[in-house]
């Protein structure tokens, strides 16, 4: 298990650019494959991003694709999450979420979870 803990979230215009971070404890984060939800006011949780364990393979859902990064410092046991050209449509609680091995792309597949972080961008 690790504790997962998002910050970087705020307010922002249309356009601009915000860096999430999400700190993890436990000595064993390299071993743990990330991904990055986000969750609109009555929508369901969409997965954003994801990375393996190692960093060297990252995904992306197609909304974001070009305009989101992922990445990960395992000396730091942080995983970030740079988001460029915002949109409106882009406000949501983000989530970053863990799992032990492999990558996945769903929800279901994560069992480690933080608090949540909110984007807002206005137009």
């Known amino acids: 298990q690790v504790q997962l803990v998002e910050s970087g979230g705020g307010l922002v215009q249309a356009g601009g650019s915000l860096r999430l971070s999400c700190a993890a404890s436990?000595?064993?984060?390299?071993?743990?494959?990330m991904g990055w939800f986000r969750q609109a006011p009555g929508k369901e949780r969409e997965w954003a991003a994801a990375i393996t364990s190692a960093g060297g393979i990252t995904h992306y859902a197609d909304f974001v694709k070009g305009r989101f990064t992922i990445s990960r410092d395992n000396a730091k046991n942080t995983v970030y999450l740079q988001m460029n050209s915002l949109k409106p449509e882009d406000t949501a609680v983000y989530y970053c979420a863990a799992r032990y091995g492999f990558v996945a792309t769903t929800a279901v597949e994560y069992d480690n979870w933080g608090q949540g972080t909110q984007v807002t961008v206005s137009s």
């Open positions: 436990g000595r064993t984060f390299g071993n743990y494959a």
